[in-house]
């Protein structure tokens, strides 16, 4: 009975991508939806993700056809794993952040000043996965991973005070979008104010916080730089992201050259690309902040040290309760592994 509402989910959502993109298909084809992990606006899904998937109708002769959605179009984002594992989705792109007790190891990568940028966060995420086996573990048991990236780097834009240091944040309200960020205000001495990212700009407009911090690329969908002073650039904390393929899709619906050509077009080769886009799409948001009348503050390393001395506390007192809290057996070990592993790995400038 279960699968066979899920295949009368797939044959709505299939019905749907034909009504909204007009894509029709063969008779014969293969027809997989794809959620995004990508609001629509973001560049990442014009730049790759919706030619990615456009392009095996074309190179299959129409016996493939990825119907693509962005974020939340036919699952909400906290439901994309549900959704993977029982088939209501094919393909989809998920961050192991947002389901910690799915994912304790991979969780560990979001932890202050892992990465310091998209490219160097690209490549610790894949020497985690394999060099650490509750890492690949953890990934593998979603689907048939294609790919995995690093997210964009954060960003503090204030309307008031230029920050410089864990002082200027101290006592002040801090909008956020994301939940999970509001530990890093508190750890920082900011008093976080959580809104809907519908609000952000509002909230900012109208003083519920002097400053935003939220990576930049959600900044600039945000629009929060026509109102920013000031915009601090800081690798504090990166998301893993995740593209997988739901298991029996994998193994049972795709042909040998289907599956090869997935994972021909994607690997380790689409994330060094995914990471070049995402670093090269930051510098142009900052220069867009510079456009709009905002001063770029670019910490010194003895200014990020600051940093990151401020924050080595939320390592003891929130991301070795959370590991416990998530099933690791011994949560020290396995952030200290982190560490040694990203230190490990070539950062490019």
């Given at each position: 009975?279960?699968?066979?509402?899920?295949?009368?989910?797939?044959?709505?959502?299939?019905?749907?991508?034909?009504?909204?993109?007009?894509?029709?298909?063969?008779?014969?084809?293969?027809?997989?939806?794809?959620?995004?992990?990508?609001?629509?606006?973001?560049?990442?899904?014009?730049?790759?993700?919706?030619?990615?998937?456009?392009?095996?109708?074309?190179?299959?002769?129409?016996?493939?056809?990825?119907?693509?959605?962005?974020?939340?179009?036919?699952?909400?984002?906290?439901?994309?794993?549900?959704?993977?594992?029982?088939?209501?989705?094919?393909?989809?792109?998920?961050?192991?952040?947002?389901?910690?007790?799915?994912?304790?190891?991979?969780?560990?990568?979001?932890?202050?000043?892992?990465?310091?940028?998209?490219?160097?966060?690209?490549?610790?995420?894949?020497?985690?996965?394999?060099?650490?086996?509750?890492?690949?573990?953890?990934?593998?048991?979603?689907?048939?991973?294609?790919?995995?990236?690093?997210?964009?780097?954060?960003?503090?834009?204030?309307?008031?005070?230029?920050?410089?240091?864990?002082?200027?944040?101290?006592?002040?309200?801090?909008?956020?979008?994301?939940?999970?960020?509001?530990?890093?205000?508190?750890?920082?001495?900011?008093?976080?104010?959580?809104?809907?990212?519908?609000?952000?700009?509002?909230?900012?407009?109208?003083?519920?916080?002097?400053?935003?911090?939220?990576?930049l690329p959600i900044s600039k969908g945000l629009r929060?730089?026509?109102?920013?002073?000031?915009?601090?650039?800081?690798?504090?904390?990166?998301?893993?992201?995740?593209?997988?393929?739901?298991?029996?899709?994998?193994?049972?619906?795709?042909?040998?050259a289907q599956r090869a050509l997935m994972k021909e077009?994607?690997?380790?080769?689409?994330?060094?690309?995914?990471?070049?886009?995402?670093?090269?799409?930051?510098?142009?948001?900052?220069?867009?902040?510079?456009?709009?009348?905002?001063?770029?503050?670019?910490?010194?390393?003895?200014?990020?040290?600051?940093?990151?001395?401020?924050?080595?506390?939320?390592?003891?007192?929130?991301?070795?309760?959370?590991?416990?809290?998530?099933?690791?057996?011994?949560?020290?070990?396995?952030?200290?592994?982190?560490?040694?592993?990203?230190?490990?790995?070539?950062?490019?400038?």
């Amino acid at each position: 009975m279960f699968k066979e509402m899920v295949m009368l989910k797939k044959w709505c959502l299939a019905s749907l991508a034909l009504v909204l993109l007009g894509t029709p298909a063969s008779a014969d084809a293969l027809d997989l939806n794809f959620q995004s992990i990508y609001p629509q606006a973001q560049t990442q899904n014009a730049d790759f993700f919706i030619p990615w998937a456009e392009s095996f109708a074309e190179k299959t002769n129409n016996e493939l056809v990825l119907h693509f959605f962005a974020l939340g179009s036919l699952v909400e984002a906290s439901g994309v794993q549900d959704a993977l594992r029982s088939g209501a989705l094919d393909l989809c792109g998920f961050s192991p952040v947002s389901f910690p007790k799915l994912f304790p190891h991979a969780y560990l990568f979001s932890m202050p000043f892992v990465t310091k940028n998209a490219r160097h966060g690209q490549a610790v995420l894949w020497a985690l996965y394999d060099q650490i086996s509750g890492v690949k573990t953890e990934i593998d048991a979603a689907g048939e991973m294609l790919t995995m990236w690093a997210g964009a780097m954060y960003a503090f834009s204030s309307t008031t005070v230029p920050v410089t240091k864990p002082e200027d944040i101290k006592g002040r309200r801090v909008l956020v979008i994301v939940p999970a960020d509001t530990i890093m205000v508190e750890a920082l001495g900011g008093i976080p104010v959580y809104v809907p990212p519908a609000d952000a700009y509002v909230g900012l407009q109208r003083g519920m916080g002097e400053i935003i911090y939220t990576a930049l690329p959600i900044s600039k969908g945000l629009r929060v730089m026509e109102l920013t002073k000031h915009v601090t650039p800081l690798a504090s904390a990166t998301q893993p992201m995740v593209l997988a393929v739901n298991h029996t899709v994998w193994k049972e619906d795709l042909t040998d050259a289907q599956r090869a050509l997935m994972k021909e077009t994607t690997g380790r080769e689409m994330a060094r690309k995914l990471g070049e886009h995402l670093d090269k799409d930051a510098q142009d948001i900052l220069a867009m902040y510079e456009q709009a009348g905002a001063k770029i503050v670019r910490l010194s390393d003895e200014q990020l040290a600051v940093f990151n001395d401020a924050l080595k506390p939320l390592i003891e007192n929130y991301w070795v309760q959370s590991g416990k809290d998530a099933g690791l057996k011994d949560p020290k070990l396995a952030i200290e592994r982190v560490y040694q592993i990203a230190a490990s790995v070539p950062a490019p400038e």
